[in-house]
């Protein structure tokens, strides 16, 4: 709580291997992205300390690192707490609206270059209206104008299983292509309040 109002929080774990390299390119990401579908980005914060830790029984000195990230608070939570089965829940027109808003702020990221990779219903974001925001920009990658693709390591697996391209563990190229297939499991689990490949004639 703010003298002007609520804020969002998020702490980063320490730890040893979540290096300065990925904490920037996050930083970057959010910084890029203001769009009314897309989760506001206030201020970061990086401070280390010096700070006597318990370690195998004998005090030592080690620096201690806190990052924090602060956002716009959104009191309705996220998407996965409000899919449910077609006989209940969210009417249509208000499903309808949440897809629409997360498509345009998809959109957005693309078309500045940025590649969430980890879109999935846990990681968007509702405001009081349910005005959907694309959140989570940890796993995120910001291209250059004329890059459209990047390859990576074996060991730096993006987003979530069933929600990220199969032809990820093949490829391992990051591309636009693989928030698109988020974005198509995440349409088919809001229409039918269910995870995962789903009968076509359902949806």
Not at 5 to 34: H, P, Q, W, Y
Not at 79 to 104: A, F, M
Request: net charge neutral; hydrophobic share 35%; proline share 2%.
């Amino acid at each position: 709580m703010l003298d002007n109002g609520t804020v969002a929080v998020k702490k980063l774990c320490n730890m040893l291997d979540m290096d300065e390299k990925k904490f920037s390119e996050e930083i970057r990401c959010l910084m890029k992205a203001t769009h009314k579908n897309v989760v506001r980005f206030l201020r970061y914060c990086s401070d280390r300390q010096g700070e006597m830790v318990n370690c195998e029984g004998k005090l030592v000195l080690a620096d201690v690192r806190q990052r924090l990230l602060c956002f716009e608070y959104l009191p309705k939570g996220s998407l996965d707490k409000h899919i449910t089965d077609v006989s209940c829940g969210l009417e249509w027109r208000k499903r309808y609206q949440i897809i629409n808003g997360i498509c345009d702020g998809l959109y957005y990221l693309h078309q500045n270059h940025i590649v969430h990779l980890d879109l999935k219903p846990a990681n968007i974001l509702l405001d009081d209206t349910m005005l959907p925001k694309i959140a989570d920009f940890g796993l995120s990658r910001c291209f250059d104008e004329k890059q459209s693709r990047a390859i990576t390591s074996k060991r730096d697996l993006a987003g979530r299983q069933g929600y990220l391209a199969p032809e990820f563990y093949t490829r391992r190229q990051i591309t636009f292509k693989l928030d698109i297939y988020s974005l198509g499991m995440i349409i088919i689990e809001i229409l039918i309040g269910d995870r995962g490949y789903a009968d076509i004639d359902n949806v």
